[in-house]
C-alpha cells in the first residue's frame, strides 16, 4: 500500500511555469512505473506523463517539449515540471502508481493557467 499526497498547484499566467511534486508514503525504489494524469471540467482523466525506475519517460503529445517528468527515489518522491503554461493545461492534476494488483492516486492539486 502507498499514499501519495500531490502539492505545487496554483494560479500562472500563460506562458509561466508550475513544478508539481508527489510525495509518497513509503520507498518508490520499486515502483516500476509512475504517472500523471489530469482532468479538467467535465472531461475525462487523461494521462500526461510516464516515468519508468530506470528514468524512461513518456508524454502525452499536447504536453511533450513543455513538460519534464522526474523521480527522486531518495526522498519518494515524484516531479512534473511545467514550462509554457496554456490556458488549456487547466486541470486537477493526479500522480498515480500501480502497485501489485492495486491503482494509487492522490487527491490531486488544482492548476489554472489565466490572465
Known amino acids: 500500500q502507498v499514499q501519495l499526497v500531490e502539492s505545487g498547484g496554483g494560479l500562472v499566467q500563460p506562458g509561466g511555469s508550475l513544478r508539481l511534486s508527489c510525495a509518497a508514503s513509503r520507498s518508490i525504489f520499486s515502483i516500476n512505473v509512475m504517472g500523471w494524469y489530469r482532468q479538467a471540467p467535465g472531461n475525462q482523466r487523461e494521462w500526461v506523463a510516464t516515468?519508468?525506475?530506470?528514468?524512461?519517460?513518456n508524454y502525452a503529445d499536447s504536453v511533450k517539449g513543455r513538460f519534464t517528468i522526474s523521480r527522486d527515489n531518495a526522498k519518494n518522491t515524484m516531479y512534473l515540471q511545467m514550462n509554457s503554461l496554456k490556458p488549456e493545461d487547466t486541470a486537477v492534476y493526479y500522480c498515480?502508481?500501480?502497485?501489485?494488483?492495486?491503482?494509487?492516486w492522490g487527491q490531486g492539486t488544482q492548476v489554472t493557467v489565466s490572465s
Open positions: 498515480h502508481a500501480p502497485v501489485g494488483f492495486y491503482n494509487y
Open positions: 516515468i519508468t525506475a530506470g528514468g524512461s519517460t
